[in-house]
């Protein structure tokens, strides 16, 4: 019994530790984003990295998951005569909702994985220890650029996404469905408003913010060898994926409960 | 003057450095030598302030290294690694360039880009290879691209470690040749951690051996063959039988 209890007071500290150590990397790293000096050059390559090339993946999610929604609003709706809805729940089902998680969780499995893999084979080859001897920090090298670019250019990707999943709607709502395609487009936009996009947007954010940290965080706390960084690379999308869905829905009360 | 006061390290419950002392006057080349595992990365990165010793004083100088303003005192090394540590992102003349891209020695990238390509060139690199990224370079020349880069910034004092592992013994010479040469030429002090004899007596002006978590043997490289330690006897005629436990 006393073995047992021993156990679980193990894990909770050790628990309480990595929270802790994570909490601690969260604060150092906002810190040198307002302190100098500044990558400019790094920022740019990182928002080339984060955004641009995650464009076709999370355009391509959007895509078919607007499509994939449209069908299932058409058949839900159908059940109680309102297949009329799907335009403007297709729209706020993915501006609200569908383009910032998916497009976050599509960021986390290609961009997480990534900065992790990058940063712990750098650790494990010695290249942080490098940076540090050639008078360089390297969480204001490796960490700030990458978790300002995420945090730029995911609520972009989000947008991008949001107009593609709406798109995909469209298409099979028009070709597949029968709608009328300018009563379609007027219901989309006749039902969006302002908050849904921006509230979408600031979920992107804090989604991104939330991926370049994980990438981060891991790949510095790589253990040694392939087996240390493939471990790193895994807890980086795992708790990455975790962490936006537990702020989707944090998020989602501050925005939605009243 | 590089000096170390009873410095002690421990990883867990593993003691590595239990009281490590030792001096490197200026302008010397010091090699510590010792086997595998037995801290000597780990005395050369408390010199560098990468591992923080848990108790015991470190000075440059007169200079504590832990409590020395970063970016200057980390201006006054090189250091070139194990295994090169070249940044994979970066084409081979901006690793050697890197510290004149960037804080206080910043330098234009026209001037930056030159330093590079002729700091390549003193150590046998054509201007091709600058260009180049480090994954298409052999083993041999990423140890000279890390020594390019270690040079760059003309550093007062240069850490070499473990400056030919991986390499054939030609490779190995020429390395080695390469080191003493700029060492001499810049009137640097040098601190080498290696278990390759020939290193050792191409590199040192004087040798310490790292055993057990202490300095078991230190003198000029002179003394290495008559030192009448049986620790350095045995690790220099690399015999199995002996004061150190060969299955460690």
């Known amino acids: 019994m006393t073995h047992f209890l021993a156990m679980i007071g193990r894990w909770v500290l050790n628990m309480l530790a990595a929270i802790g150590r994570l909490a601690w990397f969260t604060l150092d790293t906002v810190r040198h984003i307002v302190t100098p000096p500044f990558y400019l050059r790094e920022l740019g390559q990182q928002l080339l990295q984060i955004g641009w090339l995650s464009l076709p993946v999370v355009g391509m999610t959007a895509f078919f998951t607007g499509g994939a929604l449209a069908l299932q609003i058409y058949a839900g709706g159908a059940r109680f005569n309102a297949e009329a809805v799907v335009p403007s729940i297709v729209a706020i089902g993915m501006v609200r909702e569908l383009g910032p998680v998916l497009g976050g969780l599509m960021v986390a499995a290609r961009v997480a994985s990534s900065i992790a893999a990058e940063i712990g084979t750098m650790k494990v080859t010695e290249q942080i220890d490098a940076l540090v001897t050639l008078s360089t920090n390297p969480m204001k090298y490796l960490t700030v650029p990458r978790v300002i670019a995420a945090t730029l250019a995911v609520p972009v990707l989000v947008a991008v996404g949001d107009s593609i999943g709406i798109f995909g709607g469209y298409l099979v709502g028009v070709n597949r469905l029968d709608f009328n395609a300018a009563a379609y487009m007027s219901n989309t936009v006749n039902f969006l408003e302002a908050g849904d996009i921006l509230s979408g947007l600031a979920k992107g954010a804090a989604f991104g913010f939330i991926v370049a940290i994980m990438g981060c965080y891991w790949g510095m706390q790589s253990g040694r060898g392939a087996q240390g960084v493939g471990a790193a690379t895994k807890s980086a999308v795992v708790s990455a994926s975790v962490l936006i869905l537990a702020a989707n829905y944090v998020l989602t009360e501050v925005f939605f409960s009243t | ?248």
């Not at chain 2, 007062?156 to 003493?180: A, C, H, K, Q």
């Open chain 2, 1 to 248: 003057m590089i000096q170390l006061d009873n410095v002690h390290k421990s990883f867990g419950t593993n003691a590595v450095l239990r009281g490590v002392n030792l001096s490197v006057e200026r302008g010397k080349s010091m090699v510590i030598i010792g086997g595998s595992g037995t801290g000597k990365s780990v005395a050369l990165k408390s010199v560098l302030g990468l591992v923080k010793p848990d108790q015991g004083t470190i000075t440059v100088d007169g200079q504590d290294v832990q409590t020395a303003e970063r970016e200057t005192f980390l201006a006054r090394f090189g250091m070139l690694f194990q295994g090169g540590a070249l940044f994979d992102s970066l084409p081979v003349w901006q690793n050697v360039a890197f510290r004149l891209q960037r804080g206080h020695l910043k330098r234009p990238k026209g001037e930056a880009r030159a330093i590079a390509t002729e700091k390549l060139r003193r150590v046998g690199l054509k201007p091709e290879v600058a260009d180049k990224f480090p994954a298409e370079l052999s083993g041999g020349m990423q140890k000279r691209v890390g020594l390019a880069r270690a040079i760059a910034a003309e550093p007062e004092i240069i850490f070499f470690d473990e400056p030919t592992t991986g390499l054939d013994p030609i490779m190995s010479g020429v390395i080695n040749d390469l080191i003493r040469e700029i060492v001499v030429e810049m009137g640097a002090t040098a601190m080498t951690i290696t278990h390759d004899m020939s290193s050792v007596r191409a590199i040192a002006d004087d040798i310490a051996m790292l055993h057990d978590g202490v300095i078991q043997w230190t003198g000029p490289v002179s003394d290495l063959d008559h030192s009448g330690d049986p620790y350095l006897d045995q690790f220099i005629h690399g015999r199995a039988t002996g004061p150190i436990e060969a299955v460690r």
